[in-house]
């Protein structure tokens, strides 16, 4: 089975922090994302990556960043955190990129004060 | 706006009950998914449909593809209390990404 594991369930930081969160798939898989989860408003895309040191912007970028050094390694980074960034954050990865089954992890819930 | 339009946003039933969620858009999609989300867990994949007016069964759920491919539903006769989560119908457009939609919040009471 795949399993993606990310580095907290829970998380809560203050405002102007640097953010770190860290995700891992031990599938081989070429493919990793970062989705932002909002009551009423879906999984948004905010980065996602398709090889090592690749990255692509997704619908939501702005002040995020995201890093890839490792295949099964894929990192979102809030540069300075802020209140609109509470969210509940998921990461996911797939084989294939489009039609293929993206497998997700648990989530991390974070809470900028 | 979404790209996706789930409805309802919210649905609440007694056990033994058939309910459909619905999935509408007016973009075409090369394929649609369907994910179920349990609580302090992430989606995990029930279905993809590729052909237009596809159907595919998963148990009690039945999924259809629209003939256009810009919908979908989710029909699932008699819920039980393990059915309860959140549905996500996510869209694959010509290219790469997915689309999700808002979701549907499923409760069914025993």
């Known amino acids: 089975d795949v399993k993606v594991t990310q580095s907290s369930r829970y998380l809560v930081k203050r405002t102007g922090e640097k953010v770190f969160l860290e995700c891992v798939q031990d599938?081989?898989?070429?493919?990793m994302f970062w989705y932002r989860q909002d009551p009423g408003l879906g999984l948004r895309l905010i980065y996602f990556?398709?090889?090592?040191?690749?990255?692509e912007k997704g619908d939501i970028p702005e002040g995020y960043s995201v890093s890839r050094e490792k295949k099964e390694r894929f990192s979102l980074i809030l540069e300075s955190a802020s209140t609109n960034q509470t969210s509940m954050y998921l990461c996911?990865?797939?084989?294939?990129?489009?039609?293929?089954?993206?497998?997700f992890g648990p989530g991390t819930r974070l809470t900028v004060l | 706006t979404q790209l996706l339009e789930q409805s309802p946003q919210f649905l609440s039933i007694q056990e033994g009950e058939n309910l459909t969620v619905y999935c509408n858009s007016s973009?075409?999609?090369?394929?649609l998914q369907w994910y179920r989300q349990e609580p302090g867990e992430g989606p995990v994949l029930l279905v993809t449909?590729?052909?237009?007016?596809e159907v595919k069964k998963l148990k009690r759920l039945t999924f259809q593809f629209g003939d256009a491919r810009k919908d979908s539903s989710l029909h699932i006769t008699a819920a039980q209390p393990g059915d309860t989560g959140l549905y996500l119908c996510?869209?694959?457009?010509?290219?790469?990404?997915?689309?999700f939609g808002a979701g549907t919040i499923l409760r069914v009471k025993s």
């Open positions: 990556s398709y090889d090592v040191k690749m990255k």
């Open positions: 996510a869209g694959a457009l010509y290219g790469n990404k997915l689309v």
């Open positions: 599938m081989d898989h070429e493919n």
């Open positions: 449909v590729v052909t237009g007016g």
């Open positions: 973009s075409v999609f090369s394929s």
């Open positions: 996911a990865s797939s084989l294939l990129v489009g039609t293929d089954t993206q497998y």
